[in-house]
């Protein structure tokens, strides 16, 4: 493996992805290094690949499995906890608010669903970072009722406030605080959670896809769900 020097990697990177690079990238370690048909983020001194999502993980699926064939690989994710908004007008100083929203560990799923069974890989890991940013916006022609005559142009780290790792789709289980029933539904888990019952949803496909929970009878319309 061998670092990319003819800019392979970096078309189309913001500045989150390469201070999340940058993050990851210790001693030892190379930045865009080429392996087989594919181009990894990071490689770790002890040979470690470490990918880079900013966004969902759609797409990915060819990449991951083409790495993980000969090499440990962590995902790595970041959600924004804290987010400010930074709107740059064109003839006026920029304009810096912070978001009511907030991200939280449980938004992983939205990305998940895409690949859950990998989490069963002996080879693969997914690390999610919590982390505060700012949100940079420029003029836009466009007038969508999100953005009000706004894009985003990117994103920028401020800091990493957390980070945890899934080494396997029973760790997706630290998402459930609460009780649960042994025979539960999508609704017994959304409690559980204290989330939405869309999200709990979520949970329960990336759970049964990943084989850590049984199908085991439906109570009305409701699948009813059994830890595996």
């Not at 940079?136 to 009000?148: E, F, Y």
Request: some cysteine; hydrophobic content about 40%.
């Amino acid at each position: 493996m061998h670092p990319v020097t003819n800019g392979i990697g970096i078309l189309n990177e913001g500045p989150l992805h390469q201070a999340l690079k940058d993050h990851y990238t210790q001693a030892g370690a190379d930045q865009e290094v080429a392996v087989g048909n594919y181009v990894a983020d990071v490689v770790s001194a002890d040979q470690v690949l470490y990918e880079i999502q900013t966004s969902g993980f759609s797409g990915l699926r060819p990449k991951l499995e083409y790495l993980l064939q000969h090499h440990q690989v962590v995902l790595v994710h970041p959600i924004a906890a804290v987010r400010y908004i930074v709107r740059t007008p064109v003839d006026a100083p920029p304009k810096r608010r912070r978001s009511p929203k907030k991200g939280a560990l449980v938004n992983l799923l939205d990305a998940l669903v895409s690949i859950p069974d990998l989490l069963n890989h002996p080879r693969f890991e997914l690390e999610i970072l919590l982390i505060s940013e700012e949100e940079l916006r420029v003029p836009s022609s466009s007038r969508s009722w999100r953005r009000k005559g706004w894009r985003v142009a990117g994103r920028r780290l401020l800091k990493v406030l957390e980070q945890q790792r899934f080494a396997n789709a029973r760790d997706l289980w630290s998402l459930v605080s609460g009780p649960l029933p042994e025979v539960f539904t999508t609704s017994d888990l959304a409690d559980a959670m204290g989330q939405p019952r869309w999200s709990a949803q979520k949970l329960a496909y990336c759970l049964r896809n990943a084989g850590a929970v049984d199908i085991v009878g439906k109570q009305g319309n409701a699948l009813q769900y059994r830890r595996a």
